[in-house]
């Protein structure tokens, strides 16, 4: 699911995964590599200006927003290495974490209500 297509610089491309598989075929698609994908309920793989994002956990609200807060801060951290800034301001990395997070929340969320109707 795409989040958020932004115009700012200072935030990538989100696309979130709750789905294994679909988050390793788009990672190769896009030139990936997912041959050592790890167990682990969350996952960040930047491609030149996008984040690719799975979040593979079905717990409490607050277990699964904290992972995204995580996945966050690995994305915004990547874009910012990625645009060759090593030292990104406090102010200007809070600010990108926060943007992330609250696409990334609104577009779980979205997914959550679309699943619960389908049950």
């Known amino acids: ?9 200072f935030i990538p491309e989100l696309h979130l995964f709750h789905n294994r598989k679909k988050y390793s075929k788009f990672v ?7 041959s050592e994908m790890s167990d682990a ?5 930047y491609l030149d200006g996008i984040a690719a994002i799975l979040i593979d956990c079905d717990e409490d ?9 995580h996945e966050a801060y690995h ?5 910012f290495t990625a645009l060759g800034e090593t030292n990104p ?4 990395m809070a600010y990108a974490i926060q943007v992330i997070s609250g696409s990334l929340f609104y577009a779980h969320d979205e997914w959550k209500q679309g699943r619960s109707e389908t049950q």
């Open 28 to 34: 190769e698609r896009h030139g990936g590599d997912c």
């Open 89 to 92: 301001g406090e102010e200007v």
């Open 41 to 45: 309920a969350g996952q960040m793989t």
């Open 75 to 79: 994305a915004a951290v990547a874009h």
């Open 1 to 9: 699911m795409i989040v958020e297509n932004h115009a700012n610089p």
């Open 61 to 69: 609200w607050h277990s699964e927003a904290a992972l995204l807060v």
